[in-house]
């Protein structure tokens, strides 16, 4: 009887080992692993905490929601505090992680994609740049793990030259901009595109630059008094938005005719600026407001399981929470594109999530089916186009929330993503890279 | 010759408010010998405890004497933890002090006060006089005119504070020698204490104009990128002196913002814009060639 029991036992004992031994093996193989490099201490803190909330707040949605085709998104973040150097830090303490089944890496920087762009595409994990970053990896011939989805800067700086242009009564000839920008190579990116605009559409362009952090502007604008243009374009990042606002309320120029990008529309950049923000326009690639059924679904679903990831429930709904939640439905949708080719409810490696990125479809009837209408544009990328849409809205500060301008707004395609392939196929030739043949992909 | 006088008005104007920033870092230089890297992150600091106090339904004039309390413990407790062990020691060693003490504040304020921007509405709009504008075509801003005012009662009210009282004399003698000092009866402790709440009175006036203008936030800590260049120009040890130096270097930015780019632009071709940002450390650094010591300050003479 007792060595019967002792044989039970040690066949339970070894049945439950081999159990739990086997368990994490299958919840590894069924996991989707996200590194996470955000911000949400530092100069930018507020806005890496609203982008980053939305994000998690998403893939913890999805994972209550049964997961990407019954695959768990697993996740971790690191504090980057917007610095390149901690970036690359995040990126190599977590990319082992990463290495079997990755989630598209977002780092929402412009400067840390730049410091990962090289070291991504060495170890095969896929860099997200969502209205940022390296904008000529719009040529995937080239960047085969870089994506600058959705839009880029270039594309929006047409986008916003078109909405002028409309406003003007379809003419720009003759008129006078200024482009005041953060003196980066952020600020810097558009210029190319701004000039050969310029020239098209025979208008004056000015380009102001304004030194870092930008909470200084009076020479600027005494400049813009001066020149007395038609439009500013701004192009800024924290506190030379308001900066700009301000300063502008001082100088008497008036609001309507300054437009923003949309790293220069979002709340955190105009509730500061108090009424000198009134009746400013900026574009954007997201639109805010809870009222998007999918927002409205997470407010229900993740909060009101006490899951949420804000601590400050009022950022819900607003343009960098409503960027990060499109964000990360960019990213599922890959992988659930690549699930689609590859095998639905398994978890995928990086090739496949790369092959996802480059092949995703969000029509207008998908965006309906996740109950994001209207929350971003369609997106349709390729190889040849890692951008997958070049839209943007227009939407104008009423001094209590934003309100769309527009319907969405493509920029001319056709000026600015040759400007792309130039600088891609230039790069390949100085690095040594063989691009792909798209038409075989 | 009306735009050249426009931007350079505007241009003191700005250098006093980079001139109130200034001034904590002369109050800890006077005390103690070393330079408050920490200063910047008071001003935001400050700024945060405004308007966290005003968040939680204190009215402003409540507000303000409870963040400058909250300022006033925060320096008991920096001498109390930080500089009382330090005393004797060489400047570097407190100065390195003062870096981990900046980095502790940076941490702390957004732990405290969470890290939301913010608008802080003092009654006062950054938006130009009418009259100026429509007789002389010239853009002056009533808020700036407000701060000038203010950074100019807070430097005369130091002036006499240092000149005039016990405990401004008895500074005076701490920052020559900390332990020569000790040794005639001065309170060094209490001092510290009482130079750091100060430091941290003119941190909250800084904060609150700079606060007021773009906004709460971290980046108030940048404002000490523009106080040192006034410093190295004024004198670190000289009230007077911060406010000078701010006036140059605020004029003389703003008017090679303006005239130098062009020029630039002509020789070389390209955007030479923006040069604002490293133009007054270029300035001040020329400047110390000629006056290492800075307009104002003490100068400098060791006995064989």
């Keep these: ?441 | 010759m009306q735009f050249f006088l426009e931007v350079m008005i505007g241009g003191l104007l700005s250098g006093v408010m980079y001139s109130l920033v200034a001034l904590g870092f002369v109050l800890i230089f006077k005390a103690s010998g070393v330079l408050n890297f920490a200063q910047g992150a008071m001003v935001f600091f400050a700024a945060l405890s405004l308007v966290g106090c005003m968040e939680k339904g204190a009215p402003f004039w409540l507000a303000l004497p409870l963040a400058f309390g909250i300022m006033t413990l925060l320096g008991i407790a920096t001498e109390k933890f930080v500089l009382r062990k330090m005393v004797n020691q060489p400047p570097i060693a407190l100065f390195m002090a003062t870096i981990g003490l900046s980095f502790f504040i940076e941490g702390l304020a957004p732990m405290l006060w969470g890290n939301e921007v913010r608008r802080l509405d003092i009654g006062l709009v950054d938006e130009p006089i009418p009259w100026i504008l429509d007789n002389w075509n010239m853009v002056i801003s009533k808020f700036d005119l407000f701060a000038s005012g203010l950074a100019l009662g807070l430097v005369a009210l130091l002036a006499l504070f240092f000149q005039y009282t016990r405990v401004g004399r008895a500074l005076r003698a701490v920052a020559d020698d900390h332990q020569a000092a000790l040794s005639i009866g001065i309170p060094l402790q209490h001092i510290w204490a009482l130079v750091w709440a100060v430091a941290g009175f003119v941190a909250l006036v800084a904060g609150m104009l700079w606060g007021a203008r773009n906004g709460v936030q971290f980046a108030l800590t940048f404002t000490a990128l523009k106080a040192l260049p006034v410093l190295i120009l004024g004198g670190f040890t000289s009230v007077p002196g911060a406010i000078v130096g701010g006036l140059i270097i605020g004029a003389s930015e703003k008017l090679a913002e303006i005239y130098i780019p062009p020029l630039l632009a002509g020789v070389f071709g390209g955007n030479f814009g923006g040069i604002e940002g490293w133009f007054p450390y270029v300035m001040a650094l020329l400047f110390l060639l000629i006056r290492p010591e800075g307009l104002f300050g003490e100068k400098h003479i060791d006995r064989v």
């Design chain 1, 1 to 441: 009887m007792i060595k019967r029991f002792k044989q039970l036992t040690l066949a339970t004992s070894l049945a439950v080992a081999c159990f739990a031994a086997a368990l994490p093996a299958a919840q590894a193989a069924e996991e989707q692993f996200f590194m996470i490099p955000s911000y949400r201490v530092g100069p930018y803190g507020a806005n890496g905490q609203s982008f980053y909330g939305g994000f998690i707040d998403y893939l913890t949605y999805v994972n209550m929601k049964g997961g990407i085709d019954g695959v768990q998104i697993a996740w971790e973040e690191c504090e980057t505090e917007y610095n390149n150097a901690k970036g690359v830090e995040c990126y190599e303490r977590l990319k082992s992680k990463a290495q079997k089944a990755p989630g598209p890496i977002h780092t929402m920087s412009t400067g840390i994609s730049y410091a990962l762009a090289d070291k991504a595409t060495a170890d095969h994990l896929p860099l997200a740049m969502m209205g940022y970053g390296l904008t000529m990896a719009v040529d995937g011939s080239v960047f085969p793990w870089l994506f600058p989805l959705v839009t880029t800067y270039q594309m929006q700086a047409s986008a916003i030259v078109k909405f002028l242009k409309d406003k003007s009564g379809g003419s720009l000839e003759g008129k006078k901009i200024v482009y005041l920008y953060h003196d980066s190579a952020y600020g810097k990116e558009p210029i190319l595109a701004l000039q050969a605009e310029s020239r098209l559409n025979k208008f004056t362009l000015i380009e102001i630059p304004v030194a870092h952090p930008g909470n200084e502007q009076g020479a600027q604008w005494q400049r813009i008094r001066q020149e007395k243009p038609d439009y500013v374009i701004l192009w800024g990042w924290g506190v030379m938005n308001m900066t700009a606002l301000n300063t502008a309320q001082k100088m008497g120029f008036p609001r309507e005719k300054m437009v923003g990008g949309w790293w220069s529309g979002s709340e955190e950049d105009v509730i500061p600026a108090g009424d000198a923000a009134k009746g400013y326009t900026s574009a954007t690639w997201n639109v805010a407001g809870k009222d998007v059924p999918l927002i409205a679904d997470i407010e229900k679903t993740v909060y009101g399981a006490g899951k949420g990831n804000l601590k400050d429930t009022s950022k819900l709904g607003t343009i960098l929470y409503n960027r990060g939640v499109s964000a990360a439905v960019l990213s599922v949708e890959a992988i659930r594109t690549a699930q689609a080719k590859f095998g639905k409810g398994k978890a995928m490696g990086p090739e496949q999530v790369r092959w996802g990125l480059e092949h995703l479809n969000l029509t207008e009837a998908r965006l309906k089916e996740l109950g994001a209408t209207g929350l971003l544009p369609e997106v349709k990328t390729s190889c040849s186009n890692h951008e997958g849409s070049g839209k943007v809205k227009m939407q104008q500060w009423d001094g209590k929330k934003w309100v769309p301008l527009t319907d969405w707004i493509e920029g001319n395609k056709a000026l600015i993503h040759p400007l792309f392939q130039a600088d891609a196929q230039k790069y390949a030739k100085e690095k040594g890279i063989t691009p792909r043949d798209c038409s075989k992909e």
